[in-house]
């Protein structure tokens, strides 16, 4: 067992191993030795020492991995953090701390850290899928188990190699051994597992305007950025099947086909022969706005358009607004607007064929990438927009997350962003190419119109979900003395 002393120390040393293996430090490795301290502190631990020392631990590392919504809610970056550790200091809790017994705990450690990752993926307002284990783990190896467990599997497997190293420390060399080579298994079987199959090739152009980062909508000039991208769009080379353009660089009052910028777009796919997709924020009313991937057709006329599902809580609406505004008061700096929720699949219908698009924060969430495949989307398209952020956090962690999604779903992705980072994914999850950030630039490349689904795609993030609350409670039952089914007591024997 760790002594009181040391066990502060040790959390916050565990969580900042974790913290070091998320974007845009990277250091993928650590993320495994920050789970094993977790494990050595859980150990032995009563009850609230294991809540305040994984509470303790969540905090080293979302402290500085969050940093980024500083700047989208001051208020609700430190709440955000408490608010996630707490999460956290509940896994620790679910884990039986008997030293005794470590194989019981082994059961549940895995399991608890996965169920705590959800929770946070999903709560509350939707959650906040950032600085998550499986990202850290999108250019590593483990990465590719996404491709039949999603990326929460990935957060499993993280968790079990931690477990190895924690089996290890105490010499238990058949637990250390047995949990790598069944992770090594996982992973053989991602790598053979079944995948999509290539139906075409489309050249496709990624445009980013560039320009100053740490900007706000209402601070910004759009027509610049409207301007900055129309410009670097004459950059790009033809022959070009799909020009894709960020999420709302394109911010106009009323619907575009009632705008000069709707012209404008109209002209350039007519320019170019091309298929256009471009992020549109269209004023409904002083109230509310849409948010739009809008498709202009290579004759100049208006194609099919997505509106987006997931909004960004305080970014894109204000939950409880009546009550937040009241205590966030005057001065709070919270968006006027609402975002209204769009309801269609997450996919476009075009010449090019059918696009998956998961616009900027969507791109975060397993079941949003799904849902464009499952309707016949062939490639993932993820027009967003950072430029409001300081620092590289959000960019660096989203091209994560399009790496993640490339994986699940065996789709080149296309991330397009004003001012960074816009990125081309192959399926594998490899970076084919990345901006700068704040400068003008276009990727060209050709890739893959893809077919066909991966068992992560069928399956879901879900049975995941099920088999690691399953484990926790095997553990408990276990920990607790109660017999195995099918299983005789010993006679004689007493729970210890």
């Known amino acids: 067992m760790i002594s009181r002393r040391r066990s502060p120390a040790l959390a916050i040393l565990a969580g900042a191993l974790l913290a070091a293996a998320v974007p845009p430090f990277g250091w993928w490795p650590t993320a495994f030795i920050g789970v094993a301290i977790w494990d050595r502190l859980l150990a032995g631990a009563p009850p609230r020492a294991r809540f305040l020392r994984s509470f303790l631990m969540a905090v080293a590392w979302f402290a500085p991995t969050m940093l980024w919504m500083v700047d989208l809610t001051a208020i609700g970056y430190p709440v955000a953090v408490i608010v996630y550790s707490s999460m956290v200091g509940v896994a620790g809790l679910a884990v039986p701390g008997r030293a005794d017994r470590s194989w019981i705990r082994w059961i549940a450690v895995p399991a608890a850290f996965t169920l705590a990752e959800i929770t946070r993926w999903t709560l509350p307002f939707g959650g906040v899928p950032l600085a998550t284990t499986a990202m850290s783990q999108a250019a590593a190896p483990l990465g590719q188990i996404a491709r039949v467990l999603c990326a929460i599997g990935v957060v499993f497997a993280v968790a079990v190699v931690g477990v190895a190293l924690s089996a290890a420390w105490e010499r238990r060399w058949a637990v250390a051994c047995g949990s ?295 553990a408990w039952w276990l920990a607790l003395g109660r017999p195995i089914p099918g299983r005789r007591r010993p006679s004689g024997s007493r729970s210890s």
């Open 180 to 474: 790598l080579a069944g992770v090594v298994a996982l992973l053989g079987f991602a790598m053979v597992a079944p995948r999509g199959h290539q139906v075409g090739e489309l050249r496709v152009a990624v445009v980013q305007g560039g320009g100053p980062q740490g900007t706000h909508a209402a601070t910004s000039d759009a027509r610049a950025v409207f301007r900055r991208h129309l410009d670097a769009s004459e950059a790009i080379h033809t022959p070009v099947d799909l020009v894709v353009w960020p999420e709302n660089v394109v911010d106009v009052e009323g619907p575009i086909g009632a705008n000069p910028e709707g012209s404008a777009l109209s002209a350039l796919a007519e320019k170019l022969d091309t298929t256009l997709v471009a992020g549109v924020t269209e004023g409904v009313d002083p109230r509310t706005f849409t948010n739009v991937a809008q498709v202009y057709l290579p004759d100049g006329s208006a194609g099919d358009r997505y509106e987006k599902v997931r909004r960004v809580p305080f970014g894109e609406y204000v939950p409880m607004r009546t009550f937040i505004e009241w205590a966030a008061g005057a001065d709070s700096g919270l968006p006027a607007r609402d975002a209204q929720i769009g309801t269609g699949p997450a996919v476009l219908h075009t010449p090019a064929g059918p696009l998956a698009v998961a616009i900027s924060w969507e791109i975060f969430f397993t079941n949003r990438g799904r849902d464009g495949v499952l309707h016949g989307g062939e490639l993932l398209l993820n027009p967003t927009n950072g430029s409001s952020y300081w620092l590289t956090e959000v960019q660096s962690q989203q091209v994560a997350s399009s790496r993640l999604r490339a994986i699940e779903n065996d789709r080149w992705v296309l991330q397009a962003a004003p001012t960074g980072f816009s990125a081309i994914v192959d399926p594998s999850g490899g970076l084919v190419a990345r901006t700068d950030i704040s400068e003008r630039a276009v990727l060209e490349h050709t890739v893959g119109e893809r077919s066909g689904d991966t068992i992560a795609t069928r399956i879901g993030p879900n049975p995941m979900v099920v088999v690691s609350i399953l484990l926790v409670v095997l």
